[in-house]
């Protein structure tokens, strides 16, 4: 319930929800993820499997960069 309240009141002070990936596109534009790495993001979101977690996991890492 708080938590919730101190975001509507967030919203109401012209704050606005970050959009889905937002976050992931700044940190890439920021030079603080290279394109593996966010894509990565992506595939650890949509992992179904523990391997292809582990997986995903390793290249947010810079397994592959």
Do not use: W, Y
């Given at each position: 319930?708080?938590?919730?309240?101190?975001?509507?009141?967030?919203?109401?002070?012209?704050?606005?929800?970050?959009?889905?990936?937002?976050?992931?596109?700044?940190?890439?534009?920021?030079?603080?993820?290279d394109?593996?790495?966010?894509?990565?993001?992506?595939?650890?979101?949509?992992?179904?499997?523990?391997?292809?977690?582990?997986?995903?996991?390793?290249?947010?890492?810079?397994?592959?960069?």
């Amino acid at each position: 319930f708080i938590q919730q309240e101190i975001i509507q009141l967030c919203l109401r002070k012209s704050a606005r929800m970050a959009t889905p990936g937002e976050f992931t596109l700044r940190s890439f534009l920021n030079g603080k993820m290279d394109l593996s790495q966010a894509e990565a993001v992506a595939d650890l979101i949509s992992s179904d499997s523990a391997a292809s977690h582990q997986l995903a996991i390793q290249q947010m890492r810079g397994g592959f960069s």
